[in-house]
């Protein structure tokens, strides 16, 4: 993963994708705490996700923010859509992410949504198959972003030009 360093924190916008309240049974009742995902972007390619567990959901929400401000990577996006097609396996969830057209709009679900838009990717067709567990998708999309590689970087590595990329 191409891990960044952001120095301004007012750029980053932060989404909630879900709250979970997580119940431990003790002898003398029920303890109620709440597990808050964070998904935090600049809409420009910096994206980053965080977990968050408080007694409060104010409280979970504000830790999930700041843990996603310290696990922050850069992607890819070209005219507002991925460079290439990328399938992701993370846990029970997998990922499967294709470039559209410009028009097309971002068709993705839930957790996948909310990460993509975060990104400032808004031409894209999203599946998740498997598991619909929103930790496991939220994992799994920025795994296949992070894996994107778009044409100005495999020319650096390969040591051509960009003419040589696309013709051979």
Do not use: C
């Not at 846990?91 to 909310?114: C, D, N, S």
Request: glycine share 14%; proline share 2%.
């Amino acid at each position: 993963m191409n891990k960044v360093k952001v120095n301004s924190d007012a750029e980053l916008k932060d989404r909630l994708v879900a709250i979970n309240r997580v119940t431990k049974v003790t002898k003398g009742g029920r303890t109620f705490t709440f597990a808050a995902i964070i998904v935090v972007g600049d809409g420009k390619g910096v994206i980053g996700y965080g977990l968050g567990k408080a007694g409060e959901v104010t409280a979970a929400i504000a830790k999930g923010t700041e843990a996603a401000k310290k696990n922050l990577v850069k992607v890819p996006v070209l005219k507002g859509t991925i460079p290439h097609e990328v399938e992701v396996k993370f846990g029970g969830a997998r990922v499967l992410l294709k470039p559209a057209a410009a028009g097309t709009g971002l068709k993705a679900g839930g957790a996948m949504r909310a990460v993509l838009e975060s990104a400032g990717v808004s031409d894209v067709i999203a599946k998740s198959k498997g598991s619909s567990n929103a930790h496991n998708l939220v994992k799994a999309t920025i795994a296949a972003l992070s894996e994107m590689r778009d044409a100005y970087q495999i020319a650096g590595e390969r040591g051509i030009s960009m003419d040589k990329v696309f013709n051979g």
